[in-house]
């Protein structure tokens, strides 16, 4: 027999046929039973719910003379009136010359013949206020639990290969809270791209180059002069051992900056090595390989404890080799010009309102600038990649920068007119002062005493509350710690500003990290409840969804509901560039989820098809806070 979804034991059979006209399964496919269909349906690729929703609506409007484009639907604005709007009739009034609410009803008279609606009903002056069938809404939730780990997101029919610039810290130096929301906000655009179909590269770009790497020099040089890096006649191999620990390399640079601003006899000598280094010392190569390997390596183990990784470990220097070719193909085609000495390429344009100066490419003395290494990274990524775009994560108060490299690499021919380069500018996190985050002595603070500052509150906050083992409260607050601020900073827009509150971030309470994990270990928790209570352990997902049945109450509606918009979010957070609206979804999946478990015994319900029905909904919502909080870099523990 065939199937889709039953609702008090009747086979809704109008229901296939329906799915049939909206493109989920196969016009030709033969009667099938449930798990077939819903294996087909996976394989078809599941269409949005909203997309659904105006397929229908607009085949009404259509039905009933009107034009197609009048169908459009949104949710509504009103969620204690109706669930979806439709305001066509509204538009199509002036083009067939009728009140709108004649156009309203006759579509909702229409609407009233099929089984996706509970209510279809026309609004003065022209409204047309809709609302799911709960048979309906059912079948779509436990057809987005067959789409496993997908939920209904489909993956892009034309991938592209995006390369991602986030992260930017400098060697020879710790990680800071300057550092944090560049290399989280990368890395979840970085995971939101991968999940919806893209080959996504992330690349830490580092800086390495320049006059700090003249300055660690120098004052190595002090320090060791015997070292053979500083012979000139050495001719033999370099040693392959550092001559430095990663906390004298640390110490080793303020100390040298702080000299060259004191002595300028010390900053010329800085300034002569990085000379000598950018023009192949082979003893300065020798050492900036070091800096660079000890440096990385430290790196590497402070981006792992922030759960952020890079698929490339370039750096400045990588792009040193395409410079002169670069730089003499603008000269030769007409691009780059001398002006005060310096080599430019202008990149005004006549839309401009305000001035854009031009893009300097070497300065009088033949050195090169960050525009020079921005653009010949450009040329590299081209010629090893290939990429249809390149995002750059950084620091919105360099926006005219990127404006100017945009600008050039486009007139000067360094990109394909069809790729892409975005940037993506982050506000400053700020202290409670409303000014940027920084130590009472006004120095950026490590990002590992501000991680450390974060996990002593939420442990706290554990032993205050539990009674748990240190060691276990410890780990915890690891975990929830880390959450805490990549909610925080991630939940606010982010072109956006944002104040850095240790107290409300750290809440169990109210829209943050530690609140969307306790939901999710709640809902681990209740299930693992339900198969020590009722021996559940070898029932799969998909046996559990045979008893899937509609939603009756209101937070149970609301839940079904709310899960539906899923695959809207993340295709908009990927879109837009946007991970503070996935953080929106999970808080608004858990007070919703968390509303539903205080009006519904789970557990205790006797009816084992209504208490298997509301596991394999909790089941689905885990899953996909689980898949959110991933694409996050969130972690779940547990336990909390």
Not at 264 to 275: L, V
Not at 287 to 298: A, E
Not at 315 to 325: F, K, L, R
Request: overall charge negative; hydrophobic content about 40%; aromatic content about 10%.
């Amino acid at each position: 027999m065939e199937s889709i979804f039953i609702k008090q034991g009747i086979v809704i059979r109008v229901l296939l046929e329906k799915w049939r006209n909206y493109g989920i399964i196969d016009e030709k496919m033969p009667d099938l039973g449930r798990n077939d269909l819903q294996r087909n349906a996976g394989e078809k690729k599941m269409k949005k719910i909203l997309d659904l929703i105006t397929a229908e609506i607009t085949q009404a409007f259509v039905d009933c003379g009107y034009d197609a484009k009048y169908g459009k639907v949104t949710l509504s604005n009103r969620p204690d009136l109706c669930e979806y709007q439709c305001n066509g009739a509204m538009a199509a009034a002036k083009e067939y010359k009728k009140a709108p609410f004649m156009i309203a009803d006759e579509v909702a008279a229409k609407l009233a013949e099929t089984s996706m609606f509970s209510m279809a009903e026309s609004v003065k002056p022209g409204f047309l206020n809709l609302k799911l069938d709960e048979t309906f809404l059912a079948s779509y939730v436990a057809d987005m639990q067959a789409d496993e780990g997908r939920f209904g997101c489909e993956k892009a029919e034309n991938p592209k290969t995006i390369m991602i610039d986030y992260g930017g810290p400098n060697v020879a130096k710790p990680l800071h809270v300057g550092h944090l929301r560049s290399a989280i906000i990368g890395e979840s655009i970085k995971r939101i791209g991968k999940f919806v179909g893209h080959k996504v590269i992330g690349d830490v770009h580092l800086g390495d180059w320049g006059l700090q790497m003249g300055l660690i020099i120098t004052e190595l040089k002090l320090r060791q002069p015997e070292l053979v890096y500083f012979d000139e006649n050495f001719e033999g191999e370099y040693p392959k051992e550092a001559p430095f620990t990663i906390s004298e390399l640390e110490e080793i640079y303020p100390t040298a900056s702080k000299k060259s601003k004191e002595d300028e006899a010390y900053k010329e000598a800085a300034m002569q090595a990085t000379y000598e280094l950018q023009n192949g010392r082979k003893g300065y190569q020798a050492l900036l390989s070091h800096i660079l390997n000890v440096s990385v390596t430290d790196l590497k183990k402070n981006y792992e404890n922030l759960n952020v990784s890079f698929e490339l470990w370039k750096g400045e220097s990588d792009a040193q080799p395409y410079i002169p070719a670069m730089v003499q193909k603008m000269k030769d085609d007409g691009f780059a010009y001398v002006s005060d000495g310096a080599l430019v390429v202008d990149v005004k344009e006549d839309t401009d309102t305000k001035e854009i100066p031009p893009c300097m490419i070497l300065k009088s003395d033949g050195a090169s600038l960050y525009n020079t290494t921005d653009l010949a990274t450009i040329v590299w990524r081209e010629e090893d990649y290939d990429p249809d775009e390149i995002i750059y994560v950084v620091d919105k108060r360099q926006e005219l920068h990127f404006v100017q490299v945009f600008r050039c690499a486009r007139k000067t021919g360094l990109v394909k007119p069809e790729t892409e380069l975005k940037f993506l500018g982050f506000g400053t996190m700020n202290g409670k002062d409303g000014k940027p985050f920084k130590t009472r002595n006004g120095d950026l603070l490590r990002l590992e005493y501000l991680i450390k500052d974060v996990e002593d509150a939420v442990y706290n906050k554990i032993k205050e509350n539990r009674d748990v083992a240190d060691d276990e409260a410890r780990a915890t607050a690891k975990v929830v710690g880390l959450a805490a601020i990549k909610y925080g900073d991630l939940s606010n827009q982010a072109s956006k500003d944002y104040i850095f509150d240790i107290d409300r971030f750290t809440s169990f309470e109210g829209d943050t990290g530690p609140y969307v994990l306790y939901t999710i270990v709640r809902i681990k928790s209740i299930l693992n409840k339900y198969e020590q209570t009722y021996g559940a352990q070898s029932l799969s997902v998909a046996d559990r969804m045979k008893d899937f049945v509609a939603p009756e109450g209101a937070s149970e509606t609301d839940l079904c509901l709310l899960l539906t918009k899923f695959s809207e979010v993340i295709e908009s957070a990927y879109a837009e560039l946007a991970p503070h609206k996935i953080c929106k979804f999970i808080y608004d999946v858990a007070n919703v989820f968390n509303s539903f478990y205080h009006d519904t015994k789970i557990l205790s319900e006797e009816d084992e098809k209504k208490r298997n029905s509301y596991i394999a909904l909790i089941t689905l919502t885990k899953s996909i806070l689980e898949t959110c909080t991933d694409l996050l870099a969130i972690k779940v523990p547990d336990r909390m």
